[in-house]
């Protein structure tokens, strides 16, 4: 397993049973979910440029959704069979998000 994918399970892992209360929860300049989000944005873009099409806005969803978005965007970076520049800026995306949060 890759160090993305790893460092993904990780991330999942802490935050999948969370509940509205601990997303809404002071992070930064926003909250937990704000934190997430930008996350998923990040790596919806990073499978863009690993696909070579242009990136879209991924929808801000409900702060219970974020797991099953993080799931969906790490998979298809995956599948995009990115370069290991790409991936490595990618793990080093979910691996700050995760000690952040």
Known sequence: MSDFATSTERL???VRHWEEPRWAASA???TKGDLAYV???ELADLGAEAEGRPSRMVPRAHDLVLPDQLRVV???L????????????ATAAVEEVRYTL
């Open 74 to 76: 790490a998979d298809d």
């Open 39 to 41: 996350l998923v944005q």
């Open 28 to 30: 930064g300049a926003g």
């Open 78 to 89: 995956l599948a995009a069979e990115p370069s290991a520049d790409l991936l490595a800026r």
């Open 12 to 14: 999942l892992t802490q």
